[in-house]
């Protein structure tokens, strides 16, 4: 196998556009949590933002080696099983990530040392202990998404004043997880997982995941309503709801397109914070 095939394969392992994302969300926790990402708190930002990246690429590489197995059924085409990368390589590449999102980690202050101490623990719990049991698995992830926000915040020593982004984010997260396991459902089975689809059937998975949206979309409105963003924050916050709830809805005909869906109404959800505490009140 040559160095090249081997960088590239190493590089896909970490999904570096979900890496990159989840570092912007930690940007946008710590600019919503009132962070001056641009003036004193910029390199405490800068520090989580990188180390968000790292343990976010290194979860990536480690959930692939553990389930290199059931992508062979499931996601054929990642490095792992089509060969791109060898499972020793992945697991090395993860290590490196998770020593990496560690040593800068240790920057920041001490609320989000411990977070991100909680969070790497349940990165590499996650596939050995957790996403097998129903619904158990799809928490954690919401957690995770949803907990980079409350770090970034914690960077800049407010990690509660993001509280209401962080519910929305992992309220998502589990329906887009729930509606991810549908579609799995066939390598999940094979492999031995019990999933909350394969637990209680694809269908009443769909509508716990649906219902849980729906809380979502109530929460979001809270900040609107107690006069915390204005119409800025209104304006966006509405569509951003409104294409979750439809690919919610499209998911039992279409579970495929409606997790990237999902996914799409999330970040639009996130630029919505992002406006509404960008645009001044009144």
Do not use: H
């Not at 641009?38 to 933002?49: C, E, F, H, T």
């Not at 962080?166 to 799995?184: G, H, N, P, Q, S």
């Amino acid at each position: 196998m040559s160095m090249r095939r081997q960088a590239r394969g190493a590089i896909e392992l970490t999904r570096p556009l979900n890496a990159i994302a989840a570092g912007v969300l930690t940007g946008t926790g710590a600019y919503v949590a009132g962070g001056a990402i641009l003036g004193a708190d910029r390199v405490v930002v800068l520090a989580a933002v990188v180390a968000t990246v790292c343990a976010t690429g290194a979860g990536n590489a480690v959930n692939d080696y553990f389930d290199r197995e059931i992508d062979r059924v499931n996601r054929p085409d990642r490095p792992i099983p089509r060969g791109a990368i060898t499972a020793r390589g992945a697991l090395l590449v993860s290590l490196g990530l998770f020593a990496g999102a560690v040593v800068t980690a240790l920057l920041l202050p001490p609320a989000a040392i411990a977070l991100a101490v909680f969070n790497l623990v349940l990165l590499v719990a996650y596939t050995e202990l957790f996403k097998g049991l129903p619904g158990v698995g799809n928490v954690v992830v919401g957690f995770l998404t949803g907990s980079t926000f409350l770090f970034g915040g914690a960077a800049v020593g407010a990690p509660l004043e993001a509280g209401v982004l962080f519910v929305l984010a992992a309220i998502a997260t589990v329906t887009r997880e729930i509606i991810k396991d549908v579609e799995d459902v066939a390598g999940d089975r094979e492999e031995g997982l019990t999933t909350l689809p394969i637990a209680i059937g694809e269908r009443r998975s769909l509508w716990i995941g649906l219902a849980l949206l729906v809380v979502a979309i109530v929460a979001s409105a809270g900040p609107y309503v107690w006069g915390t963003f204005g119409c800025a924050y209104l304006v966006l916050i509405v569509p951003a709801d409104a294409v979750m709830l439809v690919a919610a809805v499209q998911s039992f005909s279409d579970p495929a397109s409606a997790q990237r869906r999902v996914k799409a109404g999330m970040f639009l959800a996130v630029i919505a914070f992002i406006a509404g505490r960008a645009v001044p009140l009144g």
